[in-house]
């Protein structure tokens, strides 16, 4: 029982239902909330409205985004690096909200750009740590003919009798050194401005490219892009413009085997890594898209005049705010819950991530369609915030791995573990 001499109004913290944070963790949150404030929403403003190409030229505000995220050292990889995983558990909710909330398309463009730089520092390898520890980056993975077979990386759902599609990215291992051939998608994050890759795709390691589930065999390897690779133009789309996507073309990129990350036998798993992470940090950053369409629709409800009085004063209006309120609450919950399963005794895991990428995203989508309605015809136009995050959040429901193909290797693990628990 909980007694009261008087009924108080809530308490509430930056991210709404907060237990005590320690002083450290409350600094860094309200210095990531004051970047996101004060650098990322002015800065991904002006990059919307910008094209493709202007968002990646010399002199585009891009580039100050990416100076003051280097000189704050929010995501500094040896800073990170060093935490336990009960630190990590602990601060990257925190980091990774405000980021979301400041803006979603910077806030992964400074995570996938370092890829590269995180095989490297995994690796321990001085060398690679030297070619490839410092610069931007990006995560090469998706292929225009293979679509989400990708993110179905032990071929689980293969219909019967046939096998994976080829693709268009290939390597080839030759004696002590690896050819890489073909293209990468379009959604390449980061890609125009890259000038590495950490690569992952499909390879002949002498038996052919197919294994006997119907899938592929593949490999991971950091690539440098100074030989053999060109790009096409940056993307243009509807979501996330700040964050610069497009293609690469590998014209027989030869590199040495030292810049394979993971071979024939491990490849699977450092990709399954890959995103098992992704994911995660997809469903931080997209509750901070969920609170920042919430707190836009609170504030407006209190502006706006209808009927003769606010829009808060309306019954419905104050149901429609606490139902965004709870999707932004059980999405952080969901998203906080999967990073202590990840950094703890029985994760990582990618059932856990999928599970919070999934929802997180779909609710952030939810909540900024709802807030975007409550703005009326408002919200349509580029004056006000929501039709950008709106357009924003519609992206997340593909990106990382689409929300349905993830469902079903979702349900593909919540299967596996069922039998291995009854023994079937």
Not at 84 to 96: C, G, N
Not at 224 to 229: A, L, N
Not at 258 to 270: L, M
Request: net charge negative; hydrophobic share 40%; charged share 20%.
């Amino acid at each position: 029982m909980f007694a009261f001499d008087r009924i108080p109004n809530p308490t509430l913290g930056m991210a709404g239902l907060e237990a005590q944070l320690s002083e450290e963790e409350r600094a860094i949150q309200e210095v990531a909330h004051r970047f996101a404030e004060e650098v990322m929403r002015p800065i991904g403003r002006k990059l919307d409205h910008m094209t493709p190409d202007e968002v990646v030229a010399a002199g585009s505000p891009l580039w100050d985004y990416v100076r003051q995220m280097k000189e704050i050292g929010l995501l500094d990889l040896q800073a990170v690096g060093a935490m336990s995983s009960e630190q990590k558990a602990r601060m990257l909710p925190l980091i990774f909200e405000e980021l979301g909330w400041g803006d979603p398309g910077l806030a992964i463009f400074s995570l996938a750009t370092a890829f590269p730089a995180f095989a490297a520092y995994m690796s321990g390898d001085p060398e690679l740590i030297d070619r490839f520890g410092n610069g931007i980056g990006c995560w090469v993975g998706t292929q225009p003919d293979r679509g989400s077979d990708l993110g179905d990386i032990q071929a689980t759902q293969v219909h019967p009798g046939t096998k994976q599609g080829r693709g268009n990215l290939f390597a080839k291992v030759v004696g002590d050194e690896v050819v890489i051939t073909g293209q990468c998608s379009a959604w390449v994050s980061g890609a125009p401005v890259a000038t590495s890759g950490f690569v992952f795709c499909q390879c002949d390691y002498g038996d052919g490219l197919w294994n006997d589930q119907g899938g592929l065999n593949y490999i991971a390897a950091l690539v440098p892009f100074d030989k053999g690779v060109t790009k096409g133009k940056p993307l243009d789309k509807i979501g996330q413009r700040p964050l610069p996507q497009g293609e690469i073309y590998f014209n027989d990129v030869v590199i040495p085997k030292k810049y394979v990350i993971a071979g024939q036998d491990t490849a699977h798993g450092a990709f399954f890594g890959a995103l098992t992470f992704a994911n995660m940090e997809m469903a931080l950053t997209f509750t901070g898209v969920a609170r920042a369409a919430f707190e836009h629709a609170l504030a407006y409800a209190h502006e706006r005049k209808q009927g003769g009085t606010q829009l808060i004063n309306h019954q419905s209006v104050r149901a429609r705010l606490f139902d965004m309120w709870r999707k932004v609450e059980s999405a952080r919950a969901i998203a906080h819950r999967v990073v202590n399963y990840n950094y703890g005794p029985n994760g990582p895991h990618v059932l856990g991530s999928i599970t919070s990428k999934t929802y997180v995203t779909q609710a952030a989508f939810e909540v900024a369609n709802e807030a975007l309605q409550m703005f009326g015809g408002n919200g349509l136009t580029k004056e006000y915030p929501l039709e950008k995050i709106f357009r924003d959040a519609r992206a997340a429901l593909i990106e990382d791995g689409e929300n349905n193909l993830l469902s079903l290797v979702g349900g593909s693990w919540l299967s596996t573990w069922y039998k291995q628990q009854h023994g079937l």
